[in-house]
């Protein structure tokens, strides 16, 4: 069997080195069209703040590793078109031009995304960023080094963008936030996604919600960030308003997508198109509680598909079971997540849904540092059942979300996730854990 695979991040080597242990005998051939193949992305916020400074240490494996344990690795090739039909790809080989075709017995397309740019005035100008790659992240850092960078934008209050005001707070720039929508962090309901909000305002981040940016203004370099109310002073800009899926190259080949171009898999990641199947961040997830494809472009998501695909291939793995959309961040001094459906997403999608929301202490007053953990649980009004989770603190937030991420997997009501058997001792938790706090508020 040959198999070939369009992309080098984290599905498509995932699905490359499963295979390979799997099937020694398989013919596998990674397409990337980048410099690095295997590398953290989700590192990139911390490598620009200074917290590491090598950025090796993002790189998982090498490319000379992939081809020692026998997989055919294809830097700096782009892959033009997909031949459904005739089983082909046609590639281009970016250092001498040459397009060529290859055949494959499966294919597997894992291209990830590109930040979105939007086509607004100046938007080509010098100081203005991106970070997706490592060489991204290397110029976005030498940039912000420069004692002429002081007044920093970022377009965009996702988790990109909030993990990135941490970055520039911690490097001494003055930061301002412009939003389209009227909150940070989209993805959460607006009372956990005001945590993050003023926690950022207390380090003098400054917030402009509800606008959208029209323009860049500048001469040699980007020097104002125009939008529908205000014109705001910027040494940089950095775009943070979301990805887009690397798959305009299918748009011939009758593929099944998303409005957005994330590609529709079954759970055994196959796509509409006979042996072509799909992982990773261009693709769509399904969703165990909506039950529906949705686009999730996580980290955690791509690996578990391409290990789960490697198997599929041999014959060993059901596929997929789906996601939770459970993702976590760290903004200054707060801690913070979600996992399930949010109450704003449940209304959205026509579910019954009730929610509550506790504060409590992470661990008792006596001991010291004691601070507030919000939670917000969303769940059936008649079944009880916990369908979604929230929470927001200064410490132990991130941790109980795993909690959070397992209860709702196994669908557990308010009364069993209160009887959990769950860890107590004065440093980490109360003898009622705030988790039993917050199960407790569910009536």
């Known amino acids: ?24 005998d398989t013919i596998i051939k990674v397409f990337e069209h980048g410099p690095d193949v295997s590398y953290g992305t989700c590192g990139l916020p911390y490598y620009v703040s200074g917290l590491y400074t090598d950025a090796n240490l993002m790189r998982v494996r090498s490319v000379a590793e992939f081809e020692a344990s026998g997989i055919d690795v294809a830097m700096g090739h782009s892959v033009l078109a997909v031949d459904a039909p005739a089983k082909e790809l046609v590639a281009r080989n970016m250092t001498n031009g040459q397009e060529y075709r290859e055949r494959y017995d499966k294919l597997v397309i894992a291209t990830g995304t590109t930040p979105i740019v939007p086509p607004l005035p100046g938007v080509g100008l010098p100081g203005i960023f991106t970070l997706k790659t490592i060489p991204d992240g290397q110029a976005l850092r030498q940039a912000l080094l420069q004692e002429s960078v002081r007044q920093v934008v970022i377009i965009g209050a996702g988790y990109i963008g909030m993990e990135m005001v941490e970055s520039c707070v911690l490097l001494g720039k003055k930061v301002r936030v412009i939003e389209m929508k009227e909150q940070t962090l989209p993805p959460m309901d607006v009372e956990i996604a005001r945590l993050a909000q003023d926690e950022a305002e207390k380090h003098g981040v400054v917030f402009n919600l509800g606008e959208a940016v029209s323009a860049f203004a500048g001469h040699d370099r980007v020097h104002e960030v125009l939008t529908n109310k205000g014109r705001y002073q910027a040494d940089l800009v ?11 190259f299918l748009q011939n080949t009758g593929i099944a997508t998303l409005p957005n171009g994330a590609i529709i898999t079954d759970q055994q990641m196959r796509t509409n198109l006979p042996d072509i199947f799909a992982a990773g961040d261009c693709c769509a997830v399904w969703h165990k509680l909506l039950h529906k494809p949705v686009y999730l472009p996580l980290g955690t998501n ?105 209860v709702i997997d196994r669908q557990m009501t308010a009364t069993e996730l209160g009887n959990l058997d769950l860890p107590y001792s004065p440093p980490f938790a109360q003898v009622w854990d705030a988790l039993h706090v917050a199960a407790a508020a569910i009536k």
């Open 302 to 406: 791509a690996n578990k598909q391409g290990r789960h695909l490697a198997q599929v291939l041999v014959g060993q793995s059901p596929g997929f079971p789906g996601a939770l959309g459970t993702a976590v961040l760290k903004m200054l001094n707060l801690e913070m997540g979600r996992t399930g459906i949010t109450e704003a997403e449940a209304k959205q999608n026509n579910l019954a849904c009730a929610s509550a929301m506790v504060e409590v202490m992470n661990h008792p007053p006596y001991f010291p540092n004691s601070t507030p953990i919000y939670i917000k649980l969303t769940y059936n009004p008649e079944s009880k059942v916990i369908i979604g989770a929230q929470l927001a603190g200064a410490e132990g937030a991130a941790a109980r979300l795993a909690t959070m991420a397992a």
């Open 1 to 24: 069997m040959k198999v070939l695979i369009i992309g080098g991040m984290g599905a498509g080597m995932s699905v490359a080195a499963k295979l390979k242990r799997s099937s020694p």
């Open 238 to 248: 950095l775009l943070s308003i979301g990805v887009s899926p690397n798959t305009k």
